[in-house]
């Protein structure tokens, strides 16, 4: 290939004479004609494409040979643009990260009872805000409320499209234009530019900030009570801990001093867990259930971080409250569709038996598998690649830490085995891009000059295709 980054000088004469030589749109097009299955438009689309970087490239001195401006010598690049063209945007890949709920990567896989309502709801006309007893206009809120009040102990439900939403909802309700107390050790950036102080701000609420960075105390709440005080505002610190000498107000606490001068008390749980995991190594996440009992007026959490579901924002509490909440016009606009109600109301009736949840539920299942049988799993992939790879790269299965995700307890990682890869014929760097790139794409991490692949959150049944993947990467299939 006779393309070139040298600041080699092409004269404005040459560069007209390379630019003469690219063919035109029509001729290339004819020349390509129809391809079978393809779009017109998309043909004729990557056809503009290749010929317009051609054109740039020699402006940009790049080209140097007509010989590369041929129909013959675009063709590879035109079908390149065509094939990036017809291949999905939205694809699934494997999750080697160890990181169970990861944003990135989609959080929580719902189970196959919640893909089947989701398919039968949206293939179906159904009563998503039609009353059949009563023949008139129903509530969606309705479709999930009675499950997630049974469920937790709470008075009244109300869902919409996310946590941030839910937060921006209750606060607008309960706080516009006048002031939320909170504190300063919860003034979190959850990321995806989501922080309690802008989020407060959008509300029209007014953030009053109480205590230091590492310790509050109750007394700085009610030092900072006044007339215009509307709520106390509790936050879970999600992806970040403050350790050493430290001091958090209690739930419980917040809630009785917002009894005794009128003040609502909320709490942002961030990933709402509604199964105590500390039996399983998990301490530190305090369940819905145990939220709600504390008195708090009105909870929120979301609905695909630990809970495993799909991407929603649950409102919880008193019934006077979550009302109001209920009322506000904004909800229309943060509304959940019917997809997320069919696959939360699956996903909740899964958790009136706690070993269903448990099994069932994939990032609960995640979460909750112990170290031997993702060792197992681990062994079982080994297996398939330790021959092929041999002569590539060292093999060797490692001990790895997880982690929850999705802000939940961030300094608390779950025993695991990793296979680790040190490849001897190429760089680590090259190993993540080729696997990144493969079909389907593999996301691991780079840790301790090895790629590591965590099989906490390598399901089952893709242990054939990663081992398919990673022999195809070394070209040793
Ligand atoms: C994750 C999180 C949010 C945002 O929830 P989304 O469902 O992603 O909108 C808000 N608050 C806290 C504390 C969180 O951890």
């Not at 980054?5 to 004479?17: A, D, F, L, M, Y």
């Not at 990135?104 to 309502?117: F, H, I, K, T, V």
């Not at 995991?277 to 959490?301: C, H, N, R």
């Amino acid at each position: 290939m006779a393309e070139s980054n040298t600041k080699e000088k092409v004269s404005p004469e040459r560069q007209k004479q390379l630019l003469r030589a690219i063919p035109k749109v029509d001729e290339f097009l004819a020349w390509v004609g129809s391809v079978p299955e393809v779009p017109k438009i998309l043909i004729k689309n990557a056809v503009r494409e290749t010929l317009a970087e051609q054109r740039q490239a020699i402006l940009a001195g790049g080209v140097l040979n007509a010989d590369n401006l041929t129909k013959e010598a675009l063709l590879p690049k035109f079908r390149k643009r065509l094939d990036r063209k017809l291949a999905p945007n939205f694809q699934s890949l494997i999750n080697a990260t160890g990181v169970v709920v990861h944003t990135n990567l989609g959080r929580s896989l719902l189970p196959q009872a919640a893909m089947d309502w989701i398919v039968q709801v949206g293939s179906r006309y159904s009563n998503l805000e039609f009353d059949l007893k009563t023949g008139r206009r129903g509530s969606r809120y309705s479709l999930v409320e009675d499950l997630l009040c049974e469920l937790t102990g709470a008075e009244a439900a109300l869902v919409v499209n996310n946590n941030a939403a839910a937060v921006l909802l209750v606060l607008e309700t309960l706080a516009a234009g006048r002031e939320v107390i909170v504190s300063r050790g919860q003034l979190v950036e959850i990321g995806g530019s989501f922080r309690i102080p802008d989020v407060m701000a959008k509300s029209g609420a007014k953030l009053v900030e109480v205590g230091a960075t590492n310790r509050t105390h109750l007394r700085d709440y009610e030092a900072a009570i006044n007339e215009q005080t509307a709520m106390l505002l509790k936050v879970h610190a999600s992806n970040f801990r403050i350790i050493g000498f430290t001091k958090e107000v209690s739930t419980e606490d917040m809630v009785k001093l917002g009894s005794r001068y009128g003040l609502s008390v909320m709490e942002d749980l961030g990933s709402g867990c509604f199964v105590d995991l500390s039996k399983y190594g998990l301490t530190g996440e305090p369940t819905v259930g145990e939220v709600i009992k504390a008195g708090i007026d009105v909870v929120t959490f979301s609905g695909d971080k630990m809970l495993g579901g799909p991407q929603a924002g649950i409102i919880l509490g008193k019934k006077e409250i979550v009302d109001r909440v209920k009322k506000n016009p904004m909800n229309r606009a943060l509304r959940i569709d019917k997809f997320t109600l069919a696959g939360l109301e699956a996903i909740l009736r899964l958790y009136f038996d706690e070993e269903t949840a448990l099994s069932s539920i994939p990032t609960l299942a995640m979460l909750t598998a112990p170290y031997e049988t993702v060792e197992k799993r681990a062994k079982k992939l080994l297996r398939r690649i330790k021959k092929g790879l041999a002569s590539h790269c060292d093999v060797r299965l490692v001990p790895a830490e997880s982690r929850v995700g999705g802000g939940a307890l961030p300094e608390q990682s779950l025993a695991s085995c990793a296979v680790a890869l040190a490849p001897s014929d190429r760089s680590l760097n090259s190993l993540e891009k080729a696997l990144r790139t493969a079909n389907p794409p593999v996301i691991g991490r780079l840790e301790d000059d090895r790629m590591l692949l965590d099989i906490r959150t390598v399901a089952d049944d893709e242990v054939p295709l990663l081992a398919q993947v990673l022999l195809g990467v070394f070209e040793a299939a």
